[in-house]
């Protein structure tokens, strides 16, 4: 069974802080809503061969307001 994992980095330029989150699934929507407001952030994507990797990407960028600086790598692991 193959399952997706996201691994988010998030920098906040107010408080100085960096975040390091592992979510699933299940939990990516409410966390990238609850800390970057939404998937309409400003971002880039880059770094995926879709032929070998079709559900994997990493996206890189800023929040609208230019709040937060975050990058999401999603990767598609084989579970037992």
């Known amino acids: 069974m193959k399952k997706?994992?996201?691994i988010l980095t998030i920098y906040d330029r107010n408080?100085?802080?960096i975040q390091h989150l592992e979510r699933d699934a299940e939990t990516i929507n409410e966390t990238v809503t609850k800390?970057?407001?939404d998937w309409g952030h400003c971002a880039?994507?880059?770094g995926v061969d879709?032929?070998?990797a079709p559900r994997e990407f990493f996206q890189a960028g800023t929040t609208k307001d230019n709040t937060k600086c975050?990058?999401?790598l999603c990767i598609e692991e084989e579970v037992e």
Do not use: H, P
């Open 15 to 17: 408080t100085k802080t």
């Open 70 to 72: 975050f990058s999401i």
């Open 35 to 37: 800390e970057l407001g």
């Open 50 to 52: 879709r032929s070998k």
């Open 4 to 6: 997706l994992r996201y």
């Open 44 to 46: 880039a994507t880059s």
